[in-house]
């Protein structure tokens, strides 16, 4: 009465190792874009073009371009006028559709008003000329660094704390006109040559004596104004440059600092007539200005600070004192060639 079991047939031979083919490779099943896909044309495979039909294709192209220049010449070219001077530097003929008999012929005799390949590549008296313009150019850059070893010199014989002193002193002078003078320079050199140089082109003049003029108020001005601030604020400034462990250099820093500043309006002024001589390509001027501070310097160092015993006071008046001999120098030589002919003339 109750229910029989089926006996499992088991699956022998081919017919098992075709299940086991099923189950581990199942049928591959397509997904709706991919039967989309497949219902579509297929796109023909690109085929390479064979080596005859390249070369039909540039024969093709050559003939082509040789029609194209046989129907340009084909056409007349326009008259020439043999009376007619032409200017024929720089142009280029294509097709020679020139008329040598007719047209004018380029001489090379003739000599061309541009800056180019003219001239040979090494000139000896260019070469001259820049030697003789940058070695006093040089001598004029390097007198401040001389000058300050003079004034190290002198005081370091006098007093090591006063000569510590003018470390701190000197940097809080020197960096703020230096800033200032060098600004003032490059741009007084600028608008001196350009102004000689729009004169020379329109009348001949190449006088530039409005802008020099111009250029040493406004450095004489902002000296005065820089000077004034400078001495205000020079007790903090020298105090926050040595630094709590050098307050012993304060005092003299600050006697140092204080009486460099009355120089600067003259260190302004000499900087921005040194460059208008150098922007007139005349560096003589203000090499024997600079000698002659120079000698005024190291003078005035000896007798003020080993003969009357003015310690760094006296290196900083002799500093000074150089810096005017100097801007005196150039001014008196600026307003001399302006009555001669003008700045630059």
């Known amino acids: 009465s109750g229910c029989v079991r089926a006996p499992t047939v088991r699956a022998t031979g081919p017919a098992r190792r075709a299940t086991t083919r099923r189950a581990v490779h199942p049928p591959r099943v397509l ?189 004489a001005l902002l000296g005065l104004v820089v000077a004034v601030v400078l001495a205000v604020a020079a007790a903090p400034a020298v105090a926050k440059f040595a630094g709590p462990r050098s307050a012993a250099v304060v005092p003299a820093a600050l006697t140092y600092a204080t009486i460099r500043c009355l120089g600067v309006p003259f260190a302004l002024v000499a900087s921005v007539a040194q460059a208008s001589f150098l922007a007139c390509k005349s560096p003589a001027q203000p090499l024997l200005a600079v000698g002659a501070s120079g000698v005024v310097n190291l003078i005035a160092d000896v007798v003020l600070v080993c003969g009357l015993g003015w310690g760094i006071g006296g290196a900083a008046a002799a500093t000074v004192a150089s810096q005017a001999v100097v801007a005196a120098a150039l001014v008196y030589l600026l307003l001399k060639q302006g009555r001669e002919g003008g700045v630059g003339a």
């Open 31 to 219: 997904r709706p874009e991919a039967n989309a896909n497949a219902s579509s044309p297929m796109r023909p495979p690109s085929v390479r073009a064979t080596s005859s039909a390249r070369r039909r294709t540039r024969r093709a192209a050559v003939d082509s371009t040789a029609g194209l220049l046989a129907s340009m010449d084909e056409r007349d070219p326009p008259p020439v006028d043999p009376n007619l001077e032409l200017e024929l530097d720089g142009v280029v003929v294509l097709n020679g559709s020139v008329d040598p008999d007719t047209a004018p012929i380029a001489r090379d005799d003739e000599k061309d008003d541009d800056d180019d390949d003219d001239g040979p590549f090494f000139s000896g008296e260019l070469f001259a000329r820049l030697v003789r313009f940058t070695l006093p150019t040089m001598a004029i850059w390097l007198s401040g660094p001389i000058l300050s070893m003079v004034d190290t010199a002198v005081v370091g014989r006098a007093s090591t704390l006063e000569l510590a002193a003018m470390t701190p002193g000197g940097v809080y002078v020197d960096y703020p006109s230096y800033l200032l003078s060098s600004a003032l320079a490059v741009a007084t050199t600028t608008l001196v040559a350009q102004e000689r140089m729009k004169r020379r082109r329109a009348d001949g003049d190449s006088d530039a004596s409005t802008t020099v003029s111009d250029a040493v108020a406004l450095a």
